[in-house]
């Protein structure tokens, strides 16, 4: 939909109530504070926030910004032991779903896999499934009309000026068939290395590749591969030329899989040429901080990037030893370093709340993908995530997971 149509429909169309669910561990009190604010700003009339681990005395002044907020919106959940064995024994749809057996139900696979991975570990994801869950529920029995799931260092942003200010307008122009609006998301680039409140102090952002021009479809890149084939003067080069396709082709299958549309998995011809030597300097950086991690193990970003792996490997001055081990190369990142899947907003349907599918998507009420539109257009919204904002919130959020080794 066009920006005129959204300025003609959001003058003619009711408001909707829109209303954010969301997990929270660990987030500091600015951050939900400024969270709040902007959206609430906005004009979102709830948000749940349920508090992981509430009984944490690093928590109480985030519970106290978010309760604050109580009388314009906020709704706090303190999910404790107590709070999951009343889900559990509750409606909760996702812990109903992961006792049955039936195959044929498209909902029942996706519950147990969440079901499994919060009983066995905590899984962060998992118990992400189920509190939003909950919170569907709730919105649907308090007549909201949408519900959007992100986290407390992400907002959603409306480059448009009509409804920068006015969320309620842009979603009064959704067309009634479309179900959820899927937002691409776009990384930070923090500025200084401590940061007090996010929202205030970071400014710059990484574009989402999904919204750069110049992607490739298929028969482009077949059409490139067989043309880089025949050019090829050795058969190594060739074998190489060819293994390089096929991991592109199993990276695209699995993004696929994922609910990926195909112009999602497009290669930019270019972004690979000013990520490469961005890409040899974090090596280098990475070597250095003589980090003990285990390998990386196989992912559709590494996928994704060894082409630009294998570009920094070959530019290597030293000849290679074909009888000597290649050395594990430290990981690093490329474009984003966290995901880029982009994050979505569910219709809700009275007597029909939807069910979150994964962390980025919702399905119906019987756990079907509902008809989505991707908002890739000039001045479409997009999810603001910004992560890793200060050292201080990195090493609360990340501290530990890495040991340094002691030479």
């Given at each position: 939909?066009?920006?005129?149509?959204?300025?003609?429909?959001?003058?003619?169309?009711?408001?909707?109530?829109?209303?954010?669910?969301?997990?929270?561990?660990?987030?500091?009190?600015?951050?939900?504070?400024?969270?709040?604010?902007?959206?609430?700003?906005?004009?979102?009339?709830?948000?749940?926030?349920?508090?992981?681990?509430?009984?944490?005395?690093?928590?109480?002044?985030?519970?106290?910004?978010?309760?604050?907020?109580?009388?314009?919106?906020?709704?706090?959940?303190?999910?404790?032991?107590?709070?999951?064995?009343?889900?559990?024994?509750?409606?909760?749809?996702?812990?109903?779903?992961?006792?049955?057996?039936?195959?044929?139900?498209?909902?029942?696979?996706?519950?147990?896999?969440?079901?499994?991975?919060?009983?066995?570990?905590?899984?962060?994801?998992?118990?992400?499934?189920?509190?939003?869950?909950?919170?569907?529920?709730?919105?649907?029995?308090?007549?909201?009309?949408?519900?959007?799931?992100?986290?407390?260092?992400?907002?959603?942003?409306?480059?448009?000026?009509?409804?920068?200010?006015?969320?309620?307008?842009?979603?009064?122009?959704?067309?009634?068939?479309?179900?959820?609006?899927?937002?691409?998301?776009?990384?930070?680039?923090?500025?200084?290395?401590?940061?007090?409140?996010?929202?205030?102090e970071v400014t710059l952002f990484k574009v989402n590749e999904a919204l750069f021009a110049?992607?490739?479809?298929?028969?482009?890149?077949?059409?490139?591969?067989?043309?880089?084939?025949?050019?090829?003067?050795?058969?190594?080069?060739?074998?190489?030329?060819?293994?390089?396709?096929?991991?592109?082709?199993?990276?695209?299958?699995?993004?696929?899989?994922?609910?990926?549309?195909?112009?999602?998995?497009?290669?930019?011809?270019?972004?690979?040429?000013?990520?490469?030597?961005?890409?040899?300097?974090?090596?280098?950086?990475?070597?250095?901080?003589?980090?003990?991690?285990?390998?990386?193990?196989?992912?559709?970003?590494?996928?994704?990037?060894?082409?630009?792996?294998?570009?920094?490997?070959?530019?290597?001055?030293?000849?290679?030893?074909?009888?000597?081990?290649?050395?594990?190369?430290?990981?690093?990142?490329?474009?984003?370093?966290?995901?880029?899947?982009?994050?979505?907003?569910?219709?809700?349907?009275?007597?029909?709340?939807?069910?979150?599918?994964?962390?980025?998507?919702?399905?119906?009420?019987?756990?079907?993908?509902?008809?989505?539109?991707?908002?890739?257009?000039?001045?479409?919204?997009?999810?603001?995530?910004?992560?890793?904002?200060?050292?201080?919130?990195?090493?609360?959020?990340?501290?530990?997971?890495?040991?340094?080794?002691?030479?």
């Amino acid at each position: 939909w066009s920006r005129a149509g959204v300025r003609l429909l959001a003058s003619t169309s009711p408001k909707p109530r829109l209303c954010i669910a969301m997990l929270v561990r660990g987030a500091p009190a600015p951050t939900l504070e400024s969270f709040c604010r902007y959206h609430f700003g906005v004009g979102f009339r709830a948000i749940h926030f349920f508090f992981d681990a509430p009984a944490d005395p690093k928590e109480a002044a985030a519970l106290r910004a978010c309760e604050d907020w109580s009388k314009t919106g906020a709704v706090v959940h303190r999910c404790d032991a107590a709070w999951w064995a009343r889900e559990r024994r509750s409606g909760n749809r996702l812990f109903k779903a992961a006792e049955r057996d039936d195959a044929s139900d498209p909902l029942v696979e996706a519950a147990k896999d969440a079901v499994r991975w919060h009983d066995e570990v905590r899984d962060v994801q998992a118990r992400q499934q189920l509190v939003v869950e909950r919170a569907c529920r709730l919105a649907e029995s308090a007549g909201f009309d949408w519900i959007l799931h992100v986290d407390a260092d992400e907002l959603l942003y409306f480059p448009d000026a009509a409804c920068r200010n006015d969320a309620p307008a842009w979603f009064a122009a959704v067309p009634d068939g479309v179900e959820q609006v899927h937002f691409h998301n776009l990384e930070c680039i923090p500025e200084a290395l401590e940061v007090d409140d996010i929202f205030e102090e970071v400014t710059l952002f990484k574009v989402n590749e999904a919204l750069f021009a110049g992607g490739d479809d298929d028969r482009v890149a077949e059409k490139r591969f067989e043309r880089d084939a025949k050019a090829a003067s050795t058969d190594e080069k060739r074998l190489k030329l060819e293994r390089r396709s096929e991991r592109r082709l199993r990276w695209m299958a699995r993004r696929r899989r994922k609910g990926k549309r195909d112009s999602e998995c497009y290669e930019n011809k270019w972004l690979p040429g000013i990520n490469t030597p961005v890409y040899r300097r974090r090596v280098r950086l990475a070597k250095g901080l003589n980090l003990d991690l285990p390998e990386p193990k196989g992912s559709d970003e590494s996928d994704a990037t060894s082409e630009s792996s294998e570009a920094a490997s070959d530019s290597d001055a030293e000849p290679k030893d074909p009888d000597k081990k290649k050395s594990p190369r430290p990981e690093t990142f490329m474009h984003f370093n966290a995901y880029s899947n982009g994050k979505a907003a569910c219709r809700i349907r009275p007597g029909r709340p939807p069910v979150p599918l994964g962390v980025h998507r919702f399905g119906d009420a019987a756990g079907r993908s509902p008809r989505t539109a991707t908002v890739d257009h000039l001045h479409a919204p997009v999810v603001l995530h910004y992560t890793n904002c200060g050292f201080r919130n990195w090493r609360r959020k990340r501290g530990g997971r890495a040991r340094v080794r002691r030479s």
